[in-house]
């Protein structure tokens, strides 16, 4: 099949995709009995005001850490789906190095340590899997499905026990020292005047994480191996790449990524360790990646993209007394649904129309 | 003069930029068996894919039988009595012979009584074209020339008077094609018309009544097949004279590059080798023919470092491999052997990978120092291999998946040859590949000989075998027989070895 141009593939088609989401969000809009327009309106301002769009950014450094490692995992063909499990153990590295060190550590080691821990963590929850996946076939999905319970469970226990704040009810750890925490960005920028927001350092992070992912997958001899691997496995045979070693290695990357998020909710805005941080982010990474075609490009934008949802879709919320959370939650389901599961759809059509212009214009 | 039983008048069709066929005529007489040939890329399975209505054509009018058919779907194409046998079988793996013949054709909820009936059938039509079969084997267990026969059956039971066969022999084993051709044979005597695509001169040559050539997208010229000749049909199809073929060989072979000894593979499927032991010799091409399926794959494969050594060992550059001490890929190609792989889609080509990026494939760490991939060094080796296999279109940033099959060959024997190996390793090398293209693979392989590289050549074309090599070997059930010098080898000899009867012995 003749390949589209490269504009209309990451460019126009998701475009059209967004576009009938947002059509078919309306209708159901309509149907309750509200103005799409307005909704949409509120929507826009309710995500990129001076004041809400600090909410945003923070929503979509969740999404562009989860997001790339979805994409990782798919590039090499490795349909892992437990960012949510690698995203929770990466939150246990940061608590456990707060908790442990910053009694005898000064602040900024014990930050520094943090953001080590926590992809290291998010590895080595993916590591089991992937050595099933690599040695005894057992396949990814499954095994990351299983994992990401065995993370809820193990933080179920170890927040209700071990790490349970003494003589307090709630299963949550103490809160780590005052300064063992990413900086905000409004603490950071407060001269020039930014509004207050959980955003905080980690999206930075989460930016250089995108620009070495593409470095890694695009310029690298690793990342040529991976891309190989994730189209052919026979071809990756015959080159001599070493497909054990190279899906354990894919998979400890993914997971690193993942426990990328726990810097952000955990080090930068929770400054202890609670249970479901990770809320989702896990899964909705994979639609971010989806739609951004596995590209770090294309995942920060799809981020910025599910950010807004997040952030808008709670102002629907306050605005509209129909529109309650179950609604605002369908309409991101239909973007997800358009932009993320049938993102392919129409490339066939589009295709088909490419070629009938080319051919007409000779 | 008789009504053609296919007609087609100016029919084109294009494909974005490619003119796939262009004001083509042909008529086909009922009752004969009429050849299309052309290289790869001219066509041929486009006009194929147009009479049997899997494309629609741009311009131009379809008669069968004297009527003319507009807006042919395959299933109208069924329903004029036009039957296709694809290159690729489309057969359901666990089915049995009957089951797949009638699949689509069921009659009815319940199964039994039609397959019953279908089978009394299935019967009728094998006694009138001559056909022998069981109906209740395994599709798996069939070999290949037996599966080609279930999908003509399928043609046939579907009241196919037409048929239509694109480049049937490609997989096919020698004797297999010569089965294929009595069996086109004696259908032409029932009355069927057979439009016979390929790019075998042979076949045409042996079978057919008539023959049309087709060159980019056009019908050059159109011959009776016993007024014409190979040489001619040759000429025309590639609109020029053709180098001559194997020159003169080379002498000087006297030192081993590469010993096998005792050779012996297994894995789950079974014993794949058995003591195979012969020595490659520098400058030289060693033959190795077979019928596939009887260890070629799983040799060339122990050679490229991609599968382990169960007994015995391979002796390279000072190195010996046996089952202690395996070597990979990456080992493999620095002690000098390279490899075109039998299956250049699957394994040879990334097919979503540029033409840039399939250029390093396997040899990346020989692209300068460090990690990082550096795209100028690509783009230049691209282009090198582009400007000396003239591959087209000469563009390095086109996906390797878009080039025809005779260009993707070109990007791997460019890739595998561009360092020149001491040692090359080569599966099929021109299977499915067009007479241009095959006469650029050979040359490159004879100048390589002549520069003292030791050549193990694998194919199962007979032909190519005798033209290139200078010894031969055979496998068959994993075991080898020869080698014979080829200068006194006899086809029938060499033939009889790959059925594995008797063996040659002189080394």
């Known amino acids: 099949m003749t390949p589209l141009p490269r504009w209309i593939d990451i460019g126009l088609l998701p475009a059209i995709n967004l576009l009938l989401a947002l059509v078919t969000a309306g209708i159901v809009v309509v149907l309750i009995g509200e103005n799409p327009f307005r909704v949409l309106r509120v929507l826009i301002s309710g995500a990129f005001s001076a004041e809400t769009l600090g909410y945003t950014l923070y929503y979509a450094t969740n999404m562009l850490f989860t997001g790339l490692a979805a994409a990782v995992a798919f590039q090499a063909r490795l349909f892992s789906i437990g960012a949510e499990g690698q995203a929770t153990l990466g939150g246990l590295g940061v608590g456990l190095t707060c908790l442990l060190l910053d009694p005898t550590l000064p602040p900024v080691l014990v930050v520094a340590i943090a953001c080590l821990a926590a992809p290291v963590f998010g590895a080595a929850w993916v590591l089991v899997p992937g050595v099933l996946q690599a040695w005894r076939g057992s396949h990814v999905v499954i095994t990351t499905i299983m994992f990401n319970f065995l993370a809820s469970g193990l933080m179920v226990w170890l927040l209700s026990g071990p790490l349970k704040e003494p003589g307090r009810g709630s299963p949550q750890t103490r809160r780590f020292a005052e300064d063992a925490a990413l900086p905000y960005l409004h603490d950071l920028l407060g001269s020039i005047g930014i509004a207050r927001s959980p955003l905080n350092v980690s999206i930075v992070i989460a930016l250089l994480a995108a620009a070495g992912v593409w470095v890694l997958v695009w310029r690298t001899r690793f990342g040529y191996a991976l891309r190989a691997l994730g189209h052919s496995r026979e071809a990756a045979r015959y080159a001599g790449i070493p497909i054990r070693r190279m899906i354990v290695v894919t998979l400890l990357i993914s997971g690193a990524l993942a426990g990328g998020m726990a810097l952000n909710e955990i080090l930068g805005v929770q400054h202890k360790l609670i249970l479901n941080f990770s809320a989702g982010y896990g899964f909705t990474g994979i639609a971010v990646a989806l739609m951004g075609r596995n590209h770090p490009a294309g995942i920060c934008a799809a981020s910025l993209l599910f950010g807004a949802l997040f952030q808008g879709g709670a102002e629907l919320n306050f605005e509209f007394e129909t529109i309650t959370t179950d609604l605002v939650l369908v309409i991101q389901g239909l973007i997800i649904l358009f932009s993320g599961a049938l993102a392919g759809m129409f490339t066939p059509w589009m295709t088909r129309l490419v070629l009938a212009r080319a051919v007409r214009d000779g | ?507």
Not at chain 2, 298 to 319: F, H, I, Q, T
């Open chain 2, 1 to 507: 003069m008789a009504v053609p039983a296919l007609r087609l008048r100016n029919i084109s069709k294009r494909f974005g930029t490619v003119q796939a066929a262009r004001g083509v005529d042909l008529d086909v007489m009922p009752g004969t068996v009429h050849g299309i040939i052309g290289e790869n890329g001219a066509g041929k399975s486009t006009l194929a894919s147009i009479i049997f209505g899997l494309h629609t054509p741009d311009s131009g009018t379809i008669e069968i039988d004297g009527a003319p058919v507009n807006n042919l779907r395959p299933v109208d194409a069924i329903g004029h009595g036009i039957g296709m046998v694809h290159q690729h079988f489309m057969l359901v793996p666990g089915f049995s012979a009957l089951e797949n013949i009638v699949l689509g054709l069921e009659a009815g909820f319940r199964l039994g009584p039609g397959l019953a009936r279908a089978r009394v059938r299935l019967a009728g039509v094998c006694r009138e074209h001559g056909l022998d079969i069981d109906p209740d084997a395994t599709v798996d267990d069939l070999p290949v020339g037996v599966r080609q026969r279930v999908e003509i059956l399928k043609a046939l039971y579907r009241g196919a008077r037409i048929l239509l066969l694109d480049e049937p022999t490609g997989a096919l084993a020698p004797h297999e094609t010569e089965q294929l051709l009595t069996l086109l044979d004696r259908m032409r005597a029932s009355g069927a018309t057979v439009v016979l695509i390929t790019h075998k001169l042979h076949e045409i040559m042996t079978v057919c009544d008539r023959v049309s050539v087709m060159r980019s997208g056009q019908l050059v010229a159109e011959r009776d097949v016993k007024d014409t000749s190979a040489d001619e049909l040759a000429t025309l199809m590639v609109g020029h004279d053709l180098p001559a073929d194997g020159e003169e060989k080379a002498a000087v072979k006297v030192r081993t590059v590469l010993e096998v000894s005792g050779l012996g593979v297994r894995d789950a499927g079974g014993v794949r080798l058995t003591d195979v032991s012969f020595s490659l010799r520098a400058g030289e091409i060693l033959g190795l023919a077979g019928v596939s399926g009887n260890g070629q794959s799983e040799l060339l494969e122990v050679l490229a470092g991609m599968r382990p050594v169960s007994a015995g060992n391979v002796s390279v550059g000072g190195r010996r491999i046996d089952h202690a001490h395996p070597a990979s890929p990456a080992e493999m190609r620095s002690l000098g052997v390279s490899h075109v792989p039998e299956d250049r889609q699957r394994q040879g080509l990334v097919l979503p990978f540029d033409i840039r990026e399939n250029a390093v494939l396997g040899r990346l760490e020989r692209c300068g120092p460090g990690t990082l991939v550096r795209p100028a060094v690509l783009q230049a080796r691209a282009e090198t291999m582009i400007g000396d296999f003239d591959i087209r279109p000469p563009v390095a940033d086109r996906p390797a998946g878009v080039l025809s099959g005779g260009n993707q060959q070109k990007v791997v024997v460019a890739r595998e040859t561009a360092e020149n190996p001491p040692i090359l390793l080569l599966g099929q090398p021109t299977r499915g590949v067009d007479i241009a293209t095959i006469a650029l693979i050979h040359s490159r392989i004879i100048e390589l000989r002549n520069r003292g590289c030791a050549l193990l050549l694998v194919s199962a074309d007979l032909d190519e075998i005798f033209a290139l090599s200078d010894r031969i070997v055979t496998l068959c059930s994993g075991r080898l027989a020869g080698p014979l010098e080829t200068r006194s080898a006899d086809r029938s000899v060499v033939g009889m070895m790959m059925a594995g009867l008797g063996g040659g012995a002189t080394a």
